[in-house]
């Protein structure tokens, strides 16, 4: 079993700061790519940012130069630290990883539950 545990999100003012974290936890062998995704209200699911085992990444237009994504290997988390926020950033933020588990041949593709991020005007 794999679980992925987000933590962070909450109310910030516009031009404010948050810093997400997304432990995975369970019978893991190995993670490849992390990424953060996020929902607004009738809108589709996007990619934010992500980040390889080697910490390659790459980030959407719209975040780039305000949030950076990160990753500890030894505690199989990323991390997303948003500065500047825009009350267009207003999602659900959902981890996303991809994770080979014991006894198995093949990366699987696993979600944490979603964290709620709200900037206010």
């Known amino acids: 079993q794999v679980q992925l545990v987000e933590s962070g999100g909450g109310l910030v003012q516009a031009g404010g700061s948050l810093r997400l974290s997304c432990a995975a936890s369970?019978?893991?062998?190995?993670?490849?790519?992390m990424g953060w995704y996020r929902q607004a209200p009738g809108k589709q699911r996007e990619l934010v940012a992500s980040?390889?085992?080697?910490?390659?990444?790459n980030y959407a237009e719209s975040v780039k130069g305000r949030f950076t994504i990160s990753r500890d290997n030894a505690k199989n988390t990323v991390y997303l630290q948003m500065n500047s926020l825009k009350p267009e950033d207003t999602a659900v933020y959902y981890c996303?990883?991809?994770?080979?588990?014991?006894?198995?041949?093949?990366?699987?593709?696993?979600w944490g539950q979603g964290t709620q991020v709200t900037v206010s005007s």
């Open positions: 369970g019978s893991i062998v190995s993670i490849n790519t």
């Open positions: 980040i390889t085992s080697s910490g390659s990444t």
């Open positions: 996303n990883a991809q994770i080979r588990r014991y006894y198995s041949e093949y990366e699987q593709n696993y």
